[in-house]
């Protein structure tokens, strides 16, 4: 009765950075009572429904067209994309309302948007907007150097860039939905967003061997809150879902974070900055759902004309 | 020869591991096997397909440049589908609200569909809702309502197989600009099945309990068998 059939199970990745997390952050539901708005349940579960998917980075009401087309499953609206932000310095901070305003009009999956780190006010104005998904980004100049944004404190949800697990952890302590590397935006270098994943992978993968009087230390060593650590003990995963960001610029790239681990993608400068956008943006959202089949990955990458030029760091 | 039923979870974008988790948690005689379609050739061996929560357009895109739609066409006209949320949209006769240019539809139940019904996701919910025939049905089943879509109207003609409404929402939950309808109005159907074929507005795969996966394995897809 259970003798294997074709096609099932998938087939393994082979690399050597291959992880078997389990994909499936936990079912966040309250469980009872009435009608509750805004819950952790909610909030999480959007996050879920953009698993295997492409956020892109847009600047316009054209590009955001454009990015719903090539299947991108929501996008990022802002002033200036990373790279330029880079180039120009000075103090980046939340995009105009009025801009994000129209990119919500113009398409149909879910827009996101970024505010500075630990800037509150910009977090309200955004929700009150309606905004889908909040990211507190430090790819903006920093508002707060010591904390983070109560995120606890909304009905729409957070995302928040991390580097290593107890960076993670303390970022879902405050109430992030949703975890991405932070990776290097802006740079079209995706080694740093490598860095980051295979921490967060190694950190998990130690942690799952752990009893729980080690995970106490643990928890001091890495700064992490116990409760959550314990918790991803138990899932051998993030209890949200982890994104791949910063510095993804072609389908390889994609698929190699799909491949370290990661539940999908944001791609920022590297699809506007590239020379066919459109067919870019449509390769890497198919790059990110056939992560394991170097056929199609091969032809997706074909004739995709000029990456964005990298930054060597 | 024991009997092999194979439940494809159309895994192109979404939360589709949630429901292949969930199909394999069921303890039914026969156990059904849950396998990732990604291609024609694996939807070619499924019995049933679950098509998943995620991004309707994202979904239809990529089944279309992975040769899929027409496979799909093809399997919804003799095989059992479940669409949660993404993939209610897509099984839907029509869909007001798709993007410019419109969607692609695989038009296996008869209703009109609108996208993303309750606004932006700061409206999005969970809320406990009584099944008509599901097991336990005095222990209300939560409902996950994200970005969900909300349906407009039965559109079966008299030679359509019946469709049957399996839970609604009470009518003062519905979105503000759909306020002042009384309970039996079409917009307050989130559940319901036509023929083998079942839909949920909202994301059962998001909650511990599977009794929707048990419906759908036991009532669309082993009774067609």
């Known amino acids: 009765m259970t003798t294997p059939i074709p096609g099932?199970?998938?087939?393994?990745?082979?690399?050597?950075?291959?992880?078997?997390?389990?994909?499936?952050?936990?079912?966040?539901?309250?469980?009872?009572?009435?009608?509750?708005?805004?819950?952790?349940?909610?909030?999480?579960?959007?996050?879920?429904?953009?698993?295997?998917?492409?956020?892109?980075?847009?600047?316009?009401?054209e590009q955001a067209r454009i990015a719903e087309e090539a299947g991108a499953c929501a996008v990022m609206?802002?002033?200036?994309?990373?790279?330029?932000?880079?180039?120009?310095?000075?103090?980046?901070?939340?995009?105009?309302?009025?801009?994000?305003?129209?990119?919500?009009?113009a398409v149909t999956i879910p827009v996101m948007a970024k505010v500075r780190i630990g800037h509150f006010v910009e977090a309200q104005i955004l929700q009150s907007i309606g905004v889908d998904y909040i990211d507190e980004s430090e790819v903006l100049t920093p508002a707060d150097e010591e904390n983070?944004?109560?995120?606890?404190?909304?009905?729409?949800?957070f995302v928040c860039g991390a580097r290593d697990l107890g960076e993670a952890l303390r970022r879902i302590a405050e109430g992030a939905?949703?975890?991405?590397?932070?990776?290097?935006?802006?740079?079209?270098?995706?080694?740093?967003?490598v860095r980051h994943s295979r921490t967060i992978m190694s950190e998990i993968r130690k942690v799952a061997s752990m009893s729980e009087d080690e995970i106490y230390a643990y928890a001091r060593e890495i700064r992490a809150p116990f409760h959550l650590l314990k918790e991803t003990s138990r899932l051998k995963r993030l209890p949200v879902v982890n994104f791949a960001a910063g510095g993804i610029a072609t389908p390889a790239d994609a698929a190699l974070m799909m491949q370290l681990g990661c539940d999908g993608v944001f791609v920022g400068s590297g699809i506007f900055k590239s020379g066919d956008a459109a067919k870019r943006a449509?390769?890497?959202?198919?790059?990110?759902?056939?992560?394991?089949?170097p056929q199609i990955l091969a032809d997706v990458s074909a004739n995709l004309g000029e990456a964005m030029v990298g930054l060597t760091m | 020869m024991a009997i092999q039923v194979t439940i494809g979870i159309l895994a192109l974008q979404g939360a589709f591991a949630e429901h292949q988790a969930a199909v394999h948690r069921l303890s039914l005689t026969i156990r059904p096997v849950a396998i990732l379609v990604r291609t024609p050739e694996e939807l070619a061996i499924c019995d049933g397909l679950i098509i998943p929560g995620g991004e309707s357009t994202t979904i239809a895109l990529l089944a279309r440049l992975s040769g899929l739609l027409?496979?799909?066409?093809?399997?919804?006209?003799?095989?059992?589908?479940?669409?949660?949320?993404?993939?209610?949209?897509?099984?839907?006769?029509?869909?007001?609200?798709?993007?410019?240019?419109?969607?692609?539809?695989?038009?296996a139940i008869s209703i009109s569909i609108a996208r993303n019904g309750w606004g932006s996701q700061v409206?999005?919910?969970?809320?406990?809702?009584?099944?008509?025939?599901?097991?336990?049905?005095?222990?209300?089943?939560?409902?996950?309502?994200?970005?969900?879509?909300?349906?407009?109207?039965?559109?079966?003609?008299?030679e359509d197989t019946p469709i049957q409404v399996l839970a609604r929402l009470p009518a003062e939950l519905l979105p503000p600009a759909l306020s002042g309808l009384d309970d039996s109005d079409p917009k307050t159907i989130v559940a319901l099945r036509q023929g083998r074929h079942l839909l949920t507005t909202f994301h059962p795969e998001l909650t511990p309990d599977d009794r929707f996966h048990e419906y759908f394995v036991r009532h669309c897809v082993l009774s067609t068998i």
Not at chain 1, 88 to 104: E, L, T, W, Y
Request: aromatic share 4%; proline share 8%.
């Open chain 1, 8 to 61: 099932s199970p998938p087939p393994q990745p082979h690399g050597a950075g291959t992880v078997n997390a389990p994909s499936i952050a936990p079912a966040r539901s309250s469980g009872g009572g009435a009608s509750s708005l805004g819950t952790f349940g909610v909030k999480s579960g959007l996050a879920q429904m953009l698993k295997g998917g492409v956020i892109m980075d847009v600047v316009n009401v």
């Open chain 1, 77 to 105: 609206a802002l002033e200036r994309v990373p790279a330029d932000i880079r180039a120009n310095g000075g103090v980046a901070r939340m995009s105009d309302p009025a801009m994000i305003k129209d990119i919500v009009k």
């Open chain 1, 148 to 157: 983070h944004i109560n995120k606890h404190n909304f009905k729409v949800p």
């Open chain 1, 177 to 193: 939905a949703f975890i991405r590397t932070k990776g290097e935006a802006g740079t079209g270098n995706v080694v740093e967003a």
């Open chain 1, 282 to 293: 449509r390769a890497i959202v198919q790059a990110v759902t056939h992560y394991n089949n």
């Open chain 2, 70 to 107: 027409d496979p799909l066409k093809e399997f919804v006209k003799i095989k059992p589908v479940w669409g949660t949320c993404a993939g209610a949209i897509l099984l839907a006769q029509s869909v007001i609200g798709a993007k410019k240019g419109g969607q692609e539809l695989l038009q």
């Open chain 2, 123 to 158: 409206e999005s919910f969970e809320v406990p809702l009584s099944v008509e025939g599901m097991k336990d049905s005095e222990t209300p089943f939560i409902g996950v309502f994200i970005r969900a879509p909300v349906v407009l109207e039965l559109s079966s003609s008299p």
